[in-house]
T-cell receptor
């Protein structure tokens, strides 16, 4: 059974640029959530996707957007990058929308300069 | 605003000592509660969860947690820690608006 994978591992971007992060959910999981984890903090919920629809959103501005594909993989897009967007971005998948148990990937470390 | 508080940021224990990590949340509606653990160099993984029923829940590796609704708490316990329990522990809450909130984590260092 393949776990949650994320790409890329590390990324460096310049303020104002746009970035796309990718996540492949665990086999059989149809729900994907994205989190931002700043250094020394707990993960902060960005949003969740279930069957290609956004299904819950945290307190993040609209420049954070996402997609889920028919194979349940997902993308996180961040526009107009700011220095404070530098963080570890975690993807987590769940077996079903009502399961709420989340299986986390290793994360993508984004640095904005 | 909803939040999850973990008051112990760093805990150091000797092997065989008992562990209790505090977690309080501020949300008045129905919640689902979780503890996640991150071992050094590994991903976050689920330790235990509470959805409903018996407020004392048991998880993997001998951990348990008690949900006390009146205190908005979900404290994690283990009677006797081992060196291999050295990790960072996160408490998390899911609100009935399908939003998830994590605490800032507690780093546990168990000395052999």
């Amino acid at each position: 059974e393949t776990g949650v994978t994320q790409s890329p591992t590390h990324l460096i971007k310049t303020r104002g640029q746009q970035v796309t992060l990718r996540c492949s959910s665990q086999s059989g999981h149809n729900t994907v959530s994205w989190y931002q984890q700043a250094l020394g903090q707990g993960p902060q919920f960005i949003f969740q996707y279930y069957r290609e629809e956004e299904n819950g959103r945290g307190n993040f501005p609209p420049r954070f957007s996402g997609l889920q594909f028919p194979n349940y993989s997902s993308e996180l897009n961040v526009n107009a990058l700011e220095l404070d967007d530098s963080a570890l971005y975690l993807c987590a998948s769940s077996p079903s929308q009502g399961s709420y148990e989340q299986y986390f990937g290793p994360g993508t470390r984004l640095t904005v300069t | 605003a909803q939040s999850v508080s973990q008051h112990n940021h760093h805990v150091i224990l000797s092997e065989a000592a008992s562990l209790e990590l505090g977690c309080n949340y501020s949300y008045g509606g129905t919640v689902n509660l979780f503890w996640y653990v991150q071992y050094p160099g590994q991903h976050l993984q689920l330790l235990l969860k509470y959805f409903s029923g018996d407020p004392l829940v048991k998880g993997i590796k001998g951990f348990e947690a008690e949900f006390i609704k009146s205190k908005f708490s979900f404290n994690l316990r283990k009677p006797s820690v081992q060196w291999s329990d050295t990790a960072e522990y996160f408490c998390a809450v899911r609100s009935n608006f399908n939003k998830f909130y994590f605490g800032s984590g507690t780093k546990l260092n168990v000395k052999p």
